[in-house]
């Protein structure tokens, strides 16, 4: 059994290897760095290893993207073990996020998202534990996650664009966060030019980190696919797969080569604060015309349909992949002032193209001048070096390693920031077939943790995941302070103590008020008691009911569930979350608690009586 899925695997590798048509060249280069896997001499040894025994914590935190059930989750490294989900474009009942008047106001009606890159807000280039933003492609928007709280805060939609899927923050300080639209749609798309291809435009947008509104965005040429940021604040930039503007497949495979864009945020803030841009009803930001030869935007042409741009930990290169070429492009950041100023060509910017194998996706870093790369082709990770691909060494290419299988995103621990420690990587890989005990026709993924402390590529850990992860961070834990309780005062709030105060009372203070058909019923939760054990109302009226929890326990949640009703949310230790809702059946509804908190956690409940 094993031995065939092993066949069949190395049939379908070499078969997809066919089909994608690479050259000789890259066939050669595949198989030498296959058979050299040249290993380097470890400097120290350290233990590399995932065990994370019973009662200790790990390292680091894991903050992956869930794609298609639209949550950020979060992983302990090397662990691997799954603390959290983080509701943002989904409900989700186990905390404040479940169908509350808060989750309804941030969500606007939306139920679906879709997820891919996480990324957290930085201070001179490595995080500042404040924020994550994540994009939801589905519906074009934005969320942000609070990392002392861990939950969703706000969402923005983004005006004019369709799949916003590449998304960075800025790595100099807290200030914008840059997504872009994959997908090219009349601008504004209101019916005009439906049939007209050639009319449609790509945006790439950039939002505010503190207000969370749309500052400007940018037209282009092309299409824009993932994002990224250099250290310094200067520059945003994407890859662009479609630069054929093609609707079908073929055409966007047709060009050799496509670009990574880059968005010369100074020039562009400048024409914003000149009043430059076209405004249309949907949004007050303007939208700056990127597109042709203009002082905004630069179009490095690289090969061919790129996927991936990563920065290097020390700023200087950014990590252009292939995907339908063996390569990626080394691409120097320094050298993007010059391509601006025209002194020199877009193309003499890139450094090197080494070959790495087939369909390069993303890359990671260890912060000692080697790249890891995912060959989703190949199933495997490539580990080269940046100075010896440029300087044209020919043992540029350190190690490939299999991963089980199809792998996407790479991410290694603190890859992302100018703190990067080399110590673990992770391979998300889409598939994995054989790996675990089947579960019907969808599989999970699996996530494979590799150690790389010892100065190559170690697989130490196997871990399955609900489908489908794109993007992970792995942040050393010390950069993120957690509280324990909800402080009473919380922003998060606000919507429910203006409420209670203008009824003339406190959180927690267990009464019922009536206004004509509006009922307000303002209760307590303290282990194993709600506030208030019945709450009448008549047929038709609107009821609220505004629910703290008094425990100031730590760990100590209750829920509140309101039987055949869809209601239903928890709120952790100081938490206050609200729900309104109209009575439309007559009869006893029991509400009760839903988390196990008190030997009599089964005895927290009350009736709702609709007269
Ligand atoms: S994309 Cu999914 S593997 Cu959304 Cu970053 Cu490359
Ligand atoms: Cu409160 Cu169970
Ligand atoms: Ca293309």
Redesign the pocket.
């Known amino acids: 059994m094993n031995k065939n899925n092993l066949v069949m695997s190395k049939d379908r590798r070499s078969f997809l290897r066919k089909t994608l048509g690479v050259s000789v060249a890259a066939a050669a280069v595949y198989f030498a760095s296959g058979a050299m896997n040249v290993v380097k001499a470890a400097s120290k040894k350290k233990v590399v290893s995932h065990v994370v025994n019973p009662g200790e914590l790990d390292k680091y935190y894991g903050f992956w993207s869930s794609g298609q059930s639209g949550e950020v989750r979060v992983l302990a490294v090397p662990s691997m073990r799954e603390l959290k989900l983080i509701p943002c474009f989904n409900y989700d009942c186990t905390n404040g996020w479940g169908i509350t008047n808060y989750s309804k106001q941030i969500l606007k009606g939306y139920t679906v998202g879709d997820t ?2 996480l990324h957290l807000s930085y201070n001179n280039g490595t995080y500042d534990g404040k924020f994550g933003f994540i994009n939801d ?1 589905s519906t074009g928007r934005v969320a942000r996650v609070r990392l002392d709280v861990m939950e969703t805060d706000a969402i923005t939609k983004v005006p004019y664009a369709q799949g916003t ?2 998304l960075f923050t800025s790595r100099h300080k807290l200030d914008a966060v840059f997504c872009n639209s994959e997908f090219a749609i009349p601008l504004p798309n209101d019916g005009r030019d439906i049939e007209n291809p050639d009319k449609y435009v790509a945006l790439h947008t950039c939002i505010d980190a503190k207000t969370m509104k749309v500052r400007w965005q940018v037209m282009i040429d092309g299409n824009l696919d ?1 994002c990224a940021t250099d250290y310094q604040g200067k520059y945003s930039m994407g890859t662009c797969y479609n630069s054929e503007e093609g609707v079908l497949l073929e055409d966007m495979m047709s060009a050799d080569r496509d670009h990574l864009t880059v968005f010369n945020l100074e020039k562009i803030e400048e024409a914003v604060n000149q009043g430059k841009g076209i405004k249309f009803k949907e949004s007050d930001a303007p939208i700056i015309d990127g597109r042709g030869k203009n002082p905004y935007v630069l179009y490095i042409p690289v090969p061919k349909n790129p ?2 741009v990563n920065i290097s930990p020390d700023g200087k290169y950014a990590i252009c992949s292939g995907k339908l070429s063996p390569t990626a492009s080394v691409i120097s950041i320094e050298k993007i002032a010059d391509a601006f100023a025209g002194k020199i060509a877009p193309k003499d910017c890139i450094l090197a193209e080494p070959e790495l194998g087939l369909g390069p ?2 890359t990671a870093f260890d912060g000692r001048g080697n790249c890891y790369t995912t060959l989703f082709l190949d199933s495997m990770v490539c580990m080269w070096n940046i100075d010896k691909a440029i300087k044209g060494d020919k043992d540029y290419l350190i190690q490939k390693l299999d991963v089980h299988y199809q792998p ?2 790479i991410n290694a621990s603190m890859s992302e920031t100018k703190d990067a420690d080399g110590n673990y990587v992770v391979s ?1 890989n ?1 598939f994995s077939k054989d790996r675990f005990l089947p579960v019907g026709p969808s599989y999970p993924d699996n996530d494979q943790l590799i150690g790389i402390s010892e100065g190559r590529m170690k697989l130490l850990h196997d871990g399955p995941v609900a489908p489908e992860p ?2 992970a961070l792995i942040v050393n834990r010390s950069l993120i302070k957690t509280v324990k309780i909800w402080n009473i005062n919380d922003r998060k709030f606000a919507y429910e103590r203006k409420l209670v105060q203008d009824l003339g009372l406190e959180f927690g203070a267990n009464k019922i008020v009536r206004k004509d058909d509006k009922v307000f019923a303002i209760m307590s939760s303290i282990a194993p008691n709600y506030g208030l054990k019945v709450i009448d109302v008549n047929l038709g009226d609107e009821v609220t009911i505004v629910q703290t929890n008094l425990d100031k326990v730590e760990d100590l949640t209750h829920g509140f569930c309101l039987s055949e009703h869809n209601l239903n949310f928890g709120v952790s230790p100081g938490e206050t979350a609200s729900v309104t809702f109209r009575a439309t059946r007559r009869g006893v509804f029991w509400y009760y608690c839903t988390w196990f908190c008190h030997a009599l956690h089964l005895e927290m409940r009350g009736r709702l009586l609709v007269h």
């Open positions: 891919h890159h492609k899927h590449g993932l996927h991936g996706l993303h996407g995103h998300l889409k794109h993007d």
